[in-house]
């Protein structure tokens, strides 16, 4: 599974941006995506994910009713719906997937996932 994300960029707070992670080989609508975030100095954060199979989505705490996890099987692809950004949310968007079937207890580590997409920069200006 060969992973690229887009769509990143600079915002002012309170604004909004999508990411897109488009997904090529394997069966996109049983693969497991997930979104992870690195800020500079810290260490990957997890975002959410989204199970192919049954729809569910999970999101962290730190953006739950903010962010919108959904996708599209017909394109292959995932997106990631950022609104009301902070400075906080400022990090480089990483978009993950994994062929198993984790728990959801496993979806924050990113040892769950087998493919990982480059990375797109989000920046959210104060």
């Known amino acids: 599974v060969q992973l690229q994300a887009s769509g990143g960029g600079l915002v002012q707070t309170g604004g909004s941006l999508r990411l897109s992670c488009a997904a090529s080989g394997g069966t996109f609508g049983s693969i497991v995506m997930g979104w992870f975030r690195q800020a500079p100095g810290k260490e990957r954060e997890y975002v959410g994910a989204s199970r192919g199979n049954t729809g569910m989505k999970y999101y962290a705490s730190s953006v739950r009713g903010r962010f919108t996890i959904s996708r599209d099987n017909g394109k292959n692809t995932v997106y990631l719906q950022m609104n009301r950004l902070e400075p906080e949310d400022t990090a480089v968007y990483y978009c993950?997937?994994?062929?198993?079937?984790?728990?959801?207890?496993?979806?924050?580590?990113?040892?769950?996932?087998?493919?990982w997409g480059q990375g797109t920069q989000v920046t959210v200006s104060s």
């Open positions: 993950a997937a994994t062929v198993s079937r984790p728990i959801a207890g496993v979806l924050p580590d990113p040892d769950t996932y087998d493919y």
